[in-house]
């Protein structure tokens, strides 16, 4: 079956500084990888959504400048917060498109930020 | 563009009651139509999808059937357990398109 990783599962950081999560696919081909956040108040915000050899699409709100992705290969795709502040906190997910038209979901990565 | 609406912000059930959680929909053409289910501290996991009018999807005693006429794909399980506490998110996606969105999730609590 599908199977979605991501690691860490939980991450704390200083404020100011950086950190980098990751999704791994397990048993189908993650051609298509989309990042959102799940915070408090909030349902699911679409980050971005990256293609293998397409450009990554991010969604208003949302640049390059601070959720950098790396997308190399057909199971794996990496996210980077830069410079987190408060605001950053929430359930970091990536969706990975499988068969059936489906999405799965890795277990997420979840972000503090101090 | 498109959007989810869930009316129920909280459900709270005794065990063996019948559960309805409404969605309904606002879409152009046939999107398709996603049940998750999502427990404290992990992922949504997908619980079953429908894609055509009058289709029903179904999964662990769940169901729901794709109405395009009234927009609407509401959730139901003819008998809940407390195993069944959990956020459920209603959602619409275009695979052409690879988005999802997803409703605002209904928290379903069931006393034993």
């Known amino acids: 079956g599908a199977l979605v990783y991501q690691y860490p599962r939980r991450t704390i950081c200083k404020s100011g500084t950086s950190m980098r999560m990751e999704c791994q696919a397990v048993?189908?081909?993650?051609?298509?990888v989309a990042w959102y956040r799940q915070s408090p108040q909030k349902t699911f915000e679409l980050i971005a959504l990256s293609t293998v050899n397409s450009a990554i699409k991010y969604e208003q709100n949302f640049t390059q400048e601070k959720f950098p992705i790396s997308h190399p290969n057909l199971s794996f795709s990496s996210m980077t917060v830069l410079n987190a502040y408060l605001e950053d906190r929430g359930l970091y997910l990536c969706g990975v498109w499988g068969n059936q038209d489906t999405q799965y979901f890795g277990p997420g990565t979840r972000l503090l930020v101090l | 563009g498109d959007s989810v609406t869930q009316t129920e912000g909280q459900v709270a059930l005794s065990e063996e009651d019948f559960l309805t959680i409404h969605c309904n929909y606002s879409a152009s053409g046939y999107p398709a139509l996603f049940w998750y289910v999502q427990y404290p501290g992990e992922g949504p996991q997908f619980l079953f999808r429908?894609?055509?009018?009058?289709e029903k999807g179904s999964s662990r005693g769940f169901e729901a059937t794709y109405d395009k006429g009234t927009t609407s794909f509401h959730l139901r399980k003819a008998s809940v357990q407390e195993s069944d506490s959990a956020v459920y998110y209603c959602a619409l996606g275009r695979p052409n398109t690879n988005k999802v969105v997803f409703g605002t999730g209904t928290r379903l609590q069931v006393l034993p």
């Open positions: 429908a894609s055509r009018d009058k």
């Open positions: 048993g189908f081909q993650a051609t298509s």
